[in-house]
């Protein structure tokens, strides 16, 4: 779609959760070089049930820029009363990454698990945009009396050689994390579990391997580890929502499905990256 048309779905998307647009509330404007020299304005709209902020960037030349970045809302099951959070540091040998222990109130011991990340660069939340997959899930399970430990994604803070992006350091720093909360008073060391999601679980049953003790795996992921050529229209929505790929991402499309069919037939030598 173009750019009008983005605008407006997200303006009925707007109408939709917030109701009838009232007018700007208030306007921010600061110079920005980084856009030409142009401005960066940060406009507030006002709706019936709520607000929302754009940042536009305007040069000589017009609007030339305009995105939304919806604030975080913390889903209607938690109850932050239920427990409460502290910073923790799980030690993966030749690092030390940032993570956030929900610890329920009470005497205990809980139940703990220790969540895992989908592939890519996350920070303990599982921060994309306004959505915070992985503070959900820790809240959801600590107001129901169940600890949990998330942490940031290697790749966040650490600078990490191509060699050594395995699925072996996802499992590695998993089974650290495993062993900080375990190591944490008022958790269960006997009821720990591990929860993936997306990359995170594929991985988790060889992260509960490689622990040796837990009492459980959750998975959100695939259950194997090689995707089938045949089927890859996720990759096409990724390219395109609507499914109408240009000849360039068709071509691009077509490249990934022969890799997909060298890496699930084990087509590729050794020392080869693919």
Same mark, same amino acid.
């Given at each position: 779609m173009d750019a009008e048309d983005a605008l407006e779905r997200y303006r009925s998307g707007l109408h939709a959760?917030? &109701?009838d647009l009232q007018g700007v509330s208030d306007v921010t404007a600061s110079k920005d070089e980084a856009i030409d020299g142009g401005t960066e304005a940060i406009v507030t709209f006002e709706f019936e049930a &709520?607000?929302?902020a754009a940042t536009i960037e305007v040069t000589a030349d017009g609007v030339v820029g305009s995105s939304f970045s919806p604030a975080y809302e913390p889903p209607a099951y938690v109850d932050r009363g239920a427990f409460g959070e502290r910073a923790v540091s799980v030690?993966?040998?030749?690092v030390s990454l940032d993570g956030v /222990?929900?610890?329920?109130? &009470?005497? &205990?011991?809980f139940p703990g698990v220790a969540l895992v990340h989908g592939a890519g660069v996350h920070d303990p939340d599982g921060t994309v945009g306004a959505s915070k997959l992985l503070r959900d899930f820790a809240w959801g399970l600590a107001s129901e009396g169940i600890a949990t /430990?998330?942490?940031?994604?290697?790749l966040a803070d650490q600078d990490v050689p191509d060699e050594e992006l395995t699925l072996d350091a996802v499992v590695d720093d998993a089974v650290a994390a495993l062993a900080e909360l375990a190591a944490i008073d008022r958790v269960a060391e006997e009821a720990l579990f591990v929860a993936g999601h997306s990359q995170g679980g594929m991985a988790a049953p060889r992260i509960a391997a490689q622990h040796g003790s837990v009492a459980g795996v959750v998975l959100d992921g695939r259950a194997d580890s090689t995707l089938d050529p045949d089927d890859l229209d996720f990759m096409?929505?990724?390219f395109e929502p609507d499914g109408d790929l240009s000849d360039a991402q068709e071509a691009e499309l077509d490249r990934e499905r022969e890799t997909a069919r060298r890496i699930a037939e084990g087509d590729f030598e050794d020392d080869e990256t693919l």
């Open positions: 959760q917030y &109701g &709520g607000t929302e030690d993966a040998g030749d /222990l929900a610890l329920p109130t &009470g005497p &205990g011991p /430990l998330r942490y940031e994604k290697r096409r929505y990724e």
